[in-house]
């Protein structure tokens, strides 16, 4: 109790010091050591307990409570196998732990974006600003006309804010450097920019979750209600359209039903590989037209949506746009399969599912009058879970096992084996590969192109990890790797041999052209 008493009364205070022990901390871990793998979790999740420990708001908010759980796990993902994608969901996560105990009910997500991107902007200078609001209420609590630190600490922030600009200049500018060594000596200016760098973003990070400001006042969600006047736009235009719309879908509907489930044979000259990838995203940019038009024609409360017709109408056609996106779906996947499978062609299955939701959330509005606000929340948490899965797993090694095992040359359906998607893959195509090395059944010359591919990935695995690049998913793969060739060496050496990215030899260079003299010789008389 004494402790949440001192947090409570000393909360500027304690976020000081535990700014400075985070920037410590960093420094030993991201500079002295050079660590720039998983090691980042363990910091995210440690910056995650300075700001429970130090912010008891956070300790009486069941909110906070499950948005800090969320984040905790997405900084285990980042020692698993850090990317992007978690770092994001974490930094969104933990904003939200740090903001929710400061606002009254969730609301929705156009406002909590607003929150979240001022959040952000604001942690950039939020120490400095912090620290003046903080010198300016002691002095004010004081009541003191004169003192030395208050005439100080008016020209402290442009002495200290210019010499740390000084600083990085004197690192990026030789000749400035020179000009400063022959004023003040050699070596009193020597600084490591990398190093300053470190120290200012981890203190950015921390303080971004040891001392948050919600932003007030924040524009509210458009309602989204009621008739809105456009020209053209009534009862009748919006029946004809509806009708329209609906027998231009059967038609489309009906011709993707009979060529993709193989009753009616592909025209001359068109393939099936031909009419799915072409169709897939033109039509998942149609049902996004379509959700359009009824979010602006038929929103609810309005004339045009209290019609039972039109109500059917709309229930008609967002039923055909949902086949539509089933068979952009199809489209994809028979495409996948007779060519390879991609890290952007299965995000492209992802977002087609996320259209059907959110199509689906509209027809709900629509028929149960529900808010902006509530249709924004159940696409963001649509959203919000596909973006988590593919946060948490590994979807590049899913995407080099459904190649290694559908390849043509491996006795597939699709196309042939490409080793340099895989080689770009990284450590997450290493399982695939050792799979595909160790099978009997392969052309001997693909085997050995798969072995120089898998020795080139292990090599750049073994050195990241040696080399500051830890990460939980790593070792294993290297573990792994090493009980699947026992006569691995403890080092590994880097693959031999003048290769392409594909294990395939490149060829010898052409022999340079013999040199001919141009010179004549003239005639004489």
């Known amino acids: ?91 969104i996560a933990a904003g939200m732990m740090v903001l929710l105990p400061a606002t009254g009910t969730f609301d929705d997500g156009w406002r909590w974006f607003q929150r979240l991107a001022a ?22 609590r004081s009541g003191s006309r004169f003192s030395l630190s208050d005439n100080l600490h008016g020209i402290a922030l442009p002495v200290i804010g210019s010499g740390i600009i000084l600083l990085l200049f004197v690192g990026a500018n030789p000749v400035l450097a020179q000009w400063i060594d022959r004023l003040t000596g050699p070596g009193v200016w020597d600084v490591d920019v990398v190093r300053i760098m470190i120290g200012i973003m981890v203190l950015i990070a921390a303080w971004s979750l040891l001392h948050p400001r919600p932003i007030q006042p924040i524009v509210g969600t458009f309602d989204g209600n009621g008739d809105l006047p456009l020209p053209g736009v009534t009862v009748a235009s919006v029946r004809r359209s509806l009708i329209a719309f609906n027998l231009l879908f059967a038609v489309q509907n009906a011709m993707d039903i009979a060529y993709l489930s193989g009753r009616v044979p592909m025209p001359a000259g068109i393939t ?21 038009f009824v979010l602006v024609t ?129 450590d997450s195509a290493l399982p695939a590969l050792i799979e595909l090395e160790q099978r009997g059944d392969i052309d001997p010359a693909l085997r050995d192109r798969v072995r120089y591919v898998r020795s080139s990935v292990l090599f750049a695995l073994d050195h990241r990890l040696g080399n500051g690049g830890w990460t939980w998913q790593g070792e294993r793969r290297l573990a792994a ?15 031999g041999g003048d290769r392409r990215c594909d294990g395939r030899l490149k060829p010898p260079p052409a022999p340079a052209a013999p040199v001919t003299s141009t010179l004549t010789v003239e005639a004489r008389p």
């Open 1 to 91: 109790m004494q402790f949440v008493n001192a947090c409570k009364r000393r909360r500027f205070v304690w976020s000081v010091v535990a700014a400075i022990a985070a920037v410590t901390a960093g420094d030993l871990l991201f500079y002295q050591q050079g660590a720039y793998g998983g090691q980042t979790g363990f910091a995210l999740a440690a910056l995650l307990l300075l700001a429970i420990a130090c912010r008891p708001a956070i300790w009486r908010d069941r909110r906070a409570w499950v948005a800090g759980v969320a984040a905790f796990v997405f900084a285990m993902q980042m020692v698993r196998d850090p990317g992007p994608l978690p770092w994001t969901l974490y930094w």
């Open 481 to 495: 790797a090493r009980a699947a060739f026992p006569d691995l060496p403890a080092k590994l050496p880097m693959p």
């Open 298 to 426: 038929l929103r609810p409360g309005s004339r045009t949506a209290a019609i039972p017709a039109i109500q059917r109408l709309v229930g008609l056609w967002i039923a055909q746009n949902l086949i539509l996106v089933a068979s952009s779906i199809v489209r994809t996947v028979d495409y996948i399969e007779a060519y390879s499978q991609t890290g952007l062609r299965l995000a492209a299955l992802a977002w087609m599912a996320l259209v059907g939701c959110g199509l689906t959330f509209i027809l709900w509005r629509l028929l149960k009058g529900r808010s902006a606000g509530w249709l924004i929340n159940v696409n963001l948490a649509a959203a919000g879970l596909v973006l988590s899965g593919f946060a948490l797993t590994d979807s590049a090694a899913f995407v080099a096992s459904w190649n290694a095992r559908h390849a043509g040359d491996v006795g597939g359906r699709g196309a042939a084996l490409d080793l340099c998607y895989l080689h770009m893959l990284g």
């Open 119 to 140: 959040h952000a902007l604001r942690s950039i200078v939020a120490p400095i600003i912090d620290l003046v609001r903080w010198r300016r209420v002691r002095r004010a």
């Open 272 to 292: 099936l590989a031909d009419y799915a990838h072409r169709g897939a995203y033109p039509l998942i940019a149609t049902a996004l037209l379509a959700a359009l």
